[in-house]
C-alpha cells in the first residue's frame, strides 16, 4: 500500500500516534535493558568474589592436606 492512498487525516493521526507509542515503548526497553545489563554486570563480578574466595580456602585447606599427609608418613614409620 503506498503512502498515498491513505487518507489524509484519519490514517496520519493514527500512525502518528503509534508512532508516539512505539517510540515510548522502545526507550522504556532501553530503559530496562541497561538497569538488566547494570543487575548482570553486578552479579558476575559478585560470582568472581565468591569464586575467588573459595578457590582460597581450597588452596588453604589443600595446603593443610598436603602438610598433614608428611607428618602422618612420618609417625607411621617410626
Known amino acids: 500500500m503506498n503512502h498515498a492512498d491513505l487518507p489524509p487525516m484519519i490514517e496520519r ?10 517510540r515510548s515503548e522502545y526507550s522504556s526497553g532501553q530503559r530496562l535493558l ?7 554486570t553486578t552479579l558476575h563480578e559478585q ?3 565468591i ?3 573459595a ?3 581450597e ?3 589443600a595446603a593443610e ?4 599427609t608428611p607428618a602422618v608418613s612420618a609417625v607411621q614409620a617410626d
Do not use: C, N
Not at 541497561?34 to 548482570?40: I, L
Open 13 to 22: 493521526s493514527r500512525l502518528q500516534a503509534r508512532l508516539a507509542t512505539l
Open 34 to 40: 541497561a538497569e538488566t545489563e547494570a543487575r548482570a
Open 47 to 49: 560470582l568472581l568474589r
Open 51 to 53: 569464586g575467588g574466595a
Open 55 to 57: 578457590q582460597v580456602l
Open 59 to 61: 588452596e588453604l585447606l
Open 65 to 68: 592436606a598436603g602438610q598433614a
